[in-house]
Structure formats: structure tokens, C-alpha cells
T-cell receptor
Framework: EAGVVQSPRYKIIEKKQPVAFWCNPISGHNTLYWYLQNLGQGPELLIR????????DSQLPKDRFSAERLKGVDSTLKIQPAELGDSAVYLC???????????FGPGTRLTVL | AQSVTQPDIHITVSEGASLELRCNYSYGATPYLFWYVQSPGQGLQLLLK??????LVQGIKGFEAEFKRSQSSFNLRKPSVHWSDAAEYFC??????????????FGKGTKLSVKP
């Protein structure tokens, strides 16, 4: 069974450019998470979806970050415009429901120049 | 405020030696507790979790952890480390909302190096 798929794995952009990350969760998992992991830090939750509904986006910087999960399956996280401080690893995770084990994807490493 | 502290940024142990990684948490009630491992270029993998009951929890890959309420600690242990255990280890807490798990809060991680 395939795990959580993320693409791209690496992305290098110049500041002020837009960027998008894609995540495909494990089949049947209703809950999807996006985390930000800065160098030398643990993951920090950006947003959690229950099916297509964003139920917790309190940590998402809404001035430049947006996310969607239109059909309750795969999800896209966007940054527009990117800033130097956005350089980090963006992790996606999914779980059957909010009380189940979270399975993490390999992440997208973003470098903003 | 809820928080997780992993006091050791980097630990080096010899292969075959025992290992203990420390984790302390700050939370008003008994949270759910987790240990994850992250190998380079990989996502996080759950090693073990504590929800309730027996305070000594067994996990995968020969790891175990002990919940000590009096010390607000959830230290991870392994009796004999293998070279493949070299990775970064994260402790996390999840609020216990009457049996329902809240969002996870992660520590900053401990990087484990294993020398031959």
C-alpha cells in the first residue's frame, strides 16, 4: 500500500515568487495535516482537514499561505509570495480520523533565494 | 501553555550500548504522548505512544518508553543500539480531550549518532 505522497520533493525559488506543494494521503484517510518543519525544529501544525473542511487553520499565515482539499482527498498548499523565511520542509500527514495514528510523507524541502 | 522539551540536541552512542532519550512536557492534565523517528530525507514514523494504562510502553524496533507523571517525563529507551538507529527522534504531546486526541505539539528533536 502506498504511503503519503508529496511532490515535489525539492523546490528552489526566488523570493516573491509563488510556490505550491501537493499531497496525496493514504487511501481512506479522512484527516489530512500540513506541517512546517524549520531546520533544527520539530514539525508545527499549519492546518488540519477533516475531509474537505479545514477544521484548524489557526497557525496558517493567511496573508500569504493558502490550502485546499476540494474533494476531500488530495491537498495543495500554496505560498504567494514566498519570503526568505519560508525556507523549510513542508510535511503532509494523514490519518483515518483525528484520533488515529498519523502517517507522514517525506516532505517538500523549499529553498527561497 | 503546552510544551515539549527535549534537553539533548545531539547524542552519540556506541553500537550495542544502551540509549535513553529524554522528554519532558508541560501540560495541565495527562496528555497523549508519542515518540517519532525521522531518518534523513524521510517522513516521521511513529515508534510508540501512551494513552493510558501501563506506564511502560513497548514500541517498534525494540524501543520502549516510560511515562512518569511525577516528573512530567516520557523518556525513550533501547537496551542495545544498532547502527540503523541513527536518526532524529521527536517527542510529541497531544491534548486529551476526554478521550479524543487534539493536535500534536512536537519537541525540537534529538539527533542520534551511532559509532561503530
Amino acid at each position: 500500500e502506498a504511503g503519503v505522497v508529496q511532490s515535489p520533493r525539492y523546490k528552489i525559488i526566488e523570493k516573491k515568487q509563488p510556490v505550491a506543494f501537493w499531497c496525496n494521503p493514504i487511501s481512506g484517510h479522512n484527516t489530512l495535516y500540513w506541517y512546517l518543519q524549520n531546520l533544527g525544529q520539530g514539525p508545527e501544525l499549519l492546518i488540519r482537514y477533516e475531509n474537505e473542511e479545514a477544521v484548524d487553520d489557526s497557525q496558517l499565515p493567511k496573508d500569504r499561505f493558502s490550502a485546499e482539499r476540494l474533494k476531500g482527498v488530495d491537498s495543495t498548499l500554496k505560498i504567494q509570495p514566498a519570503e526568505l523565511g519560508d525556507s523549510a520542509v513542508y510535511l503532509c500527514a494523514s490519518s483515518f480520523n483525528r484520533d488515529s495514528e498519523q502517517f507522514f510523507g517525506p516532505g517538500t524541502r523549499l529553498t527561497v533565494l | 501553555a503546552q510544551s515539549v522539551t527535549q534537553p539533548d540536541i545531539h547524542i552519540t552512542v556506541s553500537e550495542g550500548a544502551s540509549l535513553e532519550l529524554r522528554c519532558n512536557y508541560s501540560y495541565g492534565a495527562t496528555p497523549y504522548l508519542f515518540w517519532y523517528v525521522q531518518s534523513p530525507g524521510q517522513g516521521l514514523q511513529l515508534l510508540l505512544k501512551y494513552f493510558s494504562g501501563d506506564t511502560l510502553v513497548q514500541g517498534i524496533k525494540g524501543f520502549e518508553a516510560e511515562f512518569k507523571r511525577s516528573q512530567s517525563s516520557f523518556n525513550l529507551r533501547k537496551p542495545s543500539v544498532h547502527w540503523s538507529d541513527a536518526a532524529e527522534y521527536f517527542c510529541a504531546v497531544g491534548p486529551n480531550y476526554g478521550g479524543s486526541q487534539g493536535n500534536l505539539i512536537f519537541g525540537k528533536g534529538t539527533k542520534l549518532s551511532v559509532k561503530p
